[in-house]
């Protein structure tokens, strides 16, 4: 590998705001490595909502920093540590540390996910927050409260994230109803839901118009009454009152993203209609050591390598482009993983 530079391509954020907040800077320092940590140069950096969140200021953190928090792409340089882990110079690596929109990345070898002959980088990339996050909704946010052959309502299931969650939700033996806007029913009907739910769009946003069909209507008849024992929910405002009201008895509302702006606080005697549960789950909580990280990923790339999960990497944009790939997330126009390629 060549000698890393001291300066390098960057999408840097000096302060909250709009997607014009994110600012190119082609010369921003690269970070130095501390033992135990690699450095990625990166072929892809995933964008996720979660990133518009940071850059708004809805998540806080100190300014400036280096937007993305998703990347893949080849080990540049080690440290002893990271050589001990058993990381080498020019193995093709995907993570999760904040700031991957950027030509490299320190990354501690612990964050690295090892990605086989036969996956591609772009498809790699799409591991460490989406799918890792698909992956711990459907198999542990809900806590045991759904059962195989049960009930289980996903919202936006045209995009992103929740791709992943229906089809791993079906691979674990639940009963799936999805919601989709009519622009992406396409992709929705590939992803095996026993039920879809098809929606009007709403122009220029993220999520669907989710008054254009009686939800609850809907999921109560197709359920004979009974609701959905979990719904995974990372539309936020606009669902937080059809999702409660879907749930069956003792069921569980995993409220994951905030798609069309934050849950608002509501009485815990809200729930109290069919006894219900509610989470506010995080990724970080669910992969809380190097075991926990790597038998998801193993999973989610036997998946992959068995063709049982099928990504859908939708659009790329260069570095150059960031206000353009946030733009693009963010009016709802992406059909699954959007990624910049550094």
């Avoid at 405002?237 to 995993?254: N, Q, W």
């Avoid at 409220?255 to 109290?272: D, E, H, K, Y």
């Avoid at 549960?277 to 790597?294: G, N």
Wanted: aromatic share 8%; proline share 4%.
């Amino acid at each position: 590998m060549s000698a890393i530079p001291n300066t390098m391509k960057a999408v840097v954020v000096h302060e909250p705001g709009a997607s014009d907040a994110l600012i190119v800077e082609e010369k921003w320092p690269t970070p130095k490595l501390q033992d135990g940590q690699v450095m990625v140069k990166n072929e892809y950096a995933g964008i996720n909502f979660i990133d518009t969140y940071h850059r708004k200021g809805l998540y806080p953190r100190d300014f400036p920093f280096v937007g993305g928090q998703e990347g893949g792409g080849v080990v540049a340089e080690t440290t002893p540590k990271a050589e001990a882990d058993g990381v080498k110079v020019g193995d093709r690596v995907a993570y999760s540390v904040f700031g991957s929109y950027a030509e490299y990345t320190a990354v501690p070898s612990g964050k690295l996910l090892p990605v086989p002959e036969g996956v591609g980088l772009d498809v790699a990339t799409c591991l460490p927050v989406q799918s890792l996050t698909a992956h711990y909704l459907v198999t542990d946010a809900h806590a045991g409260l759904i059962k195989e052959g049960e009930w289980m309502l996903i919202h936006g299931v045209g995009g992103g994230t929740c791709q992943w969650a229906a089809t791993m939700a079906k691979l674990r033996g639940y009963k799936v109803i999805g919601t989709c806007s009519k622009g992406k029913a396409d992709v929705a009907e590939t992803l095996g839901c026993d039920e879809l739910i098809v929606l009007d769009e709403v122009e220029g946003k993220s999520f669907e118009d989710y008054e254009s069909v009686d939800i609850v209507a809907k999921v109560m008849e197709i359920t004979g009454g009974v609701g959905c024992k979990a719904v995974i929910d990372g539309i936020g405002l606009s669902t937080v009152d059809i999702s409660i009201d879907s749930l069956a008895r003792r069921g569980i509302f995993v409220s994951f993203g905030n798609a069309s702006g934050a849950v608002p606080a509501f009485p815990v005697l809200r729930l109290i209609g069919k006894s219900g549960f509610v989470t506010r789950p995080k990724l970080l909580d669910y992969t809380v050591d190097r075991a926990e990280l790597v038998s998801r990923a193993d999973e989610i790339m036997g998946w992959l390598k068995e063709g049982k999960l099928n990504v859908q990497v939708d659009k790329e944009f260069g570095l150059d482009q960031a206000s353009d790939g946030h733009d693009y997330l963010e009016a709802g126009k992406s059909k699954g993983k959007v990624l910049y390629k550094c």
